[in-house]
Nanobody, 112 residues
Framework: QVQLLESGGGLVQPGGSLRLSCAAS????????MSWYRQAPGKARELVAG????????DYVDSVKGRFTISRDTAKSTVYLQMNSLKPEDTAVYYC?????WGKGILVTVSS
């Protein structure tokens, strides 16, 4: 059974940083593309960042380029999202997706 557990969310002031983690179990981590999505109140879920199966390729939505970094640690079966220079518009529930499986989501609130 695939299980994804997100952590690292919370409340942060504008300009601050957070690092989200998503620990996976029950799947072959090393050969799987991983992604982070987010869903803000009243908006559709959107793809924020993705990383290829080898970690060699990454992609980002334009609004986070230069501020967010996705990475993976195969040995720990964990994918990360480092979020810097956070803005109020980054406020959302963030979800990891690994091999088509979804985490339950974790709330990130950017507010002063």
């Amino acid at each position: 059974q695939v299980q994804l557990l997100e952590s690292g969310g919370g409340l942060v002031q504008p300009g601050g940083s957070l690092r989200l983690s998503c620990a996976a179990s029950g799947l072959t981590f090393s050969w799987t593309r991983m992604s982070w999505y987010r869903q803000a109140p009243g908006k559709a879920r959107e793809l924020v960042a993705g990383i290829g199966s080898t970690g060699g390729s990454t992609d980002y939505v334009d609004s986070v380029k230069g501020r967010f970094t996705i990475s993976r640690d195969t040995a720990k079966s964990t994918v990360y999202l480092q979020m810097n220079s956070l803005k109020p518009e980054d406020t959302a529930v963030y979800y990891c997706n690994i091999g088509g499986a979804w985490g339950k989501g974790i709330l990130v609130t950017v507010s002063s």
